[in-house]
């Protein structure tokens, strides 16, 4: 669908901030220099190299580990005002455990790119944990294990005191559904753990109380004088219901609920949305567990957890449609969802992500709906991206750009949504996970077969630095 002649007329409001993401294990490479030790993903991706489509992994990457300097350069070039990128649990404390020793060229590596980035005029955003789980902890339960909280807690206080008093943006986690539902309920993600119905409800459960956690004690002990920001990035599909029903409206709803509400209604709110927590208890009965699936929080839980947080992160690439149907393997979140999701063919289609659709006005009713549903709390967008070729000429990812910031205009002029910035997902086409090297998301083209592993602004790099530049959408 279209937008009229007159969003093209809206600006982003003077404190609105662009960026740009990147992630630790995507980009870094020197997987084993200078002390750092495995993560999940490095662990699981060497035992079985077939998890991933070409076999690759993140052994060298895009080399940032040694290339740190020109990527700060593209940055600036960019124009960004900020810099998202992921600190490495195991670069920083090789033996992953609290009150183990701090590894001081690892610390070094993140001093230089913070001052470096500060002296270039960008600011710089912390994610604490995205997806690169030591070894040695998994070895122990990872997240399904309560006793992670208290190693979360201290890898996460050590940042604030290594980097705090520069760092003044920092994300807990890194989109909880994805380490948890795809790592520890299906084996989309490492652990690659398998256990539909409850590694996934363990996991976020012990996901959010680490959260919960590290935000009180950043604001006893730091945020008096380091006086930063937490917060949180969900990821979440915007569902539209399929058919014009009242029932894939409710369905759709659900859906929403069991995804963002997972992680959110807890911060907002204190607990699980309820509808989650009457279904997962009825359902687990039924299925003959003495108990349910889905963890209780205590009531000091609950108080800790409300209002952990100073903005909502959220990471938003796409939109599908939501049916009301339950015919789901048991048990499964899916199952106690009970929503099937479809997508319209006639949204067009990433070329190497086959789950990533260019929806635009997704994002403006998703933002919509997370004012309504939680009071119109601070929301950063964490990550929006698109996955095209190799080529240099991406004119599909800058069709995408354009829409889903028209998207954005609309609902900060139109809707009232209170949307703090846009962080663009990627600087650097990056090891896409179990897709490894194919599908290419950066505004910068990696060539990933030579050796120092050269960057090349794409057409979209000079779209988006336009953007930043006049603060508008060129028609
Ligand atoms: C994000 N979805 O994952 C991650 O934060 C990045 O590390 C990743 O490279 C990027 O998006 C591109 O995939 C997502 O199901 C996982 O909509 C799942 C979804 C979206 C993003």
């Not at 030790?37 to 077939?50: A, G, Q, V």
């Not at 959260?211 to 599909?237: C, D, M, N, V, W």
């Not at 009970?338 to 070329?351: T, Y």
Request: proline share 5%.
């Amino acid at each position: 669908s279209q937008v009229s002649a007159e969003v093209y007329n809206y600006s982003f409001p003077t404190n609105f901030a662009f960026g740009v993401a990147s992630s630790a294990y995507q980009i870094e490479g020197a997987y084993n220099e200078d002390g750092r030790t495995d993560s999940i993903w490095d662990y699981n991706l060497h035992e079985k190299p077939s998890w991933v489509i070409d076999e690759s992994n993140g052994d060298v990457a895009c080399d940032s580990y040694h290339k740190w300097e020109e990527d700060v350069q593209l940055i600036k070039e960019l124009g960004a005002n900020f810099y998202r990128f992921s600190i490495s649990w195991s670069r920083i404390l090789p033996s992953a455990y609290k009150d183990t020793e701090v590894n001081e060229k690892g610390v070094a590596y993140y001093n230089n790119l913070i001052n470096k980035l500060l002296d270039e005029g960008i600011t710089p955003m912390v994610t604490i944990y995205h997806w690169d789980l030591p070894q040695s902890l998994q070895e122990n339960g990872g997240w399904m294990n309560a006793t992670i909280a208290d190693n979360f807690v201290f890898y996460a206080k050590t940042l604030f005191q290594l980097f705090g008093d520069r760092v003044k943006h920092w994300i807990t986690f890194n989109e909880p559904i994805e380490i948890c539902e795809a790592g520890y309920s299906s084996d989309r993600k490492a652990p690659f753990l398998n256990a539909a119905g409850v590694g996934g409800y363990i996991c976020s459960h012990n996901v959010l109380l680490s959260h919960g956690k590290t935000y009180r004690e950043y604001e006893k002990l730091f945020k008096p004088t380091q006086r930063g920001q937490i917060g949180l990035s969900a990821a979440s599909y915007w569902y539209e219901p399929k058919e014009n029903s009242g029932l894939d409206a409710e369905a759709s709803h659900r859906a929403l609920l069991f995804s963002l509400g997972w992680y959110i209604h807890p911060l907002v709110k204190g607990n699980y949305p309820p509808i989650m927590i009457e279904r997962i208890d009825e359902i687990s009965k039924k299925e003959g567990f003495a108990e349910s699936r889905l963890p209780k929080f205590t009531d000091s839980e609950i108080e800790m957890i409300r209002g952990s947080f100073d903005f909502i992160g959220l990471n938003h690439y796409t939109t599908v449609q939501g049916t009301f149907g339950t015919d789901f393997p048991e048990p499964s979140a899916y199952f106690d969802c009970g929503v099937k999701s479809s997508v319209d063919p006639e949204w067009e289609v990433a070329p190497t992500s086959s789950w990533l659709r260019n929806v635009p006005w997704g994002l403006r009713k998703l933002l919509v709906w997370i004012k309504n549903e939680y009071g119109n709390p601070p929301v950063l967008i964490t990550e929006n991206g698109w996955s095209s070729t190799a080529t240099l000429d991406d004119t599909d990812r800058i069709r995408y750009i354009n829409g889903y910031l028209l998207s954005v205009l609309q609902a900060i002029h139109e809707d009232g949504c209170n949307v703090l910035g846009y962080t663009h997902w990627s600087l650097l086409d990056n090891l896409e996970w179990l897709a490894g090297y194919s599908a290419r998301f950066g505004l910068v083209d990696v060539d990933f077969n030579s050796s120092n592993k050269t960057r090349t602004p794409r057409k979209s790099y000079g779209v988006y630095q336009e953007i930043i530049k006049s603060r508008r959408i060129n028609p």
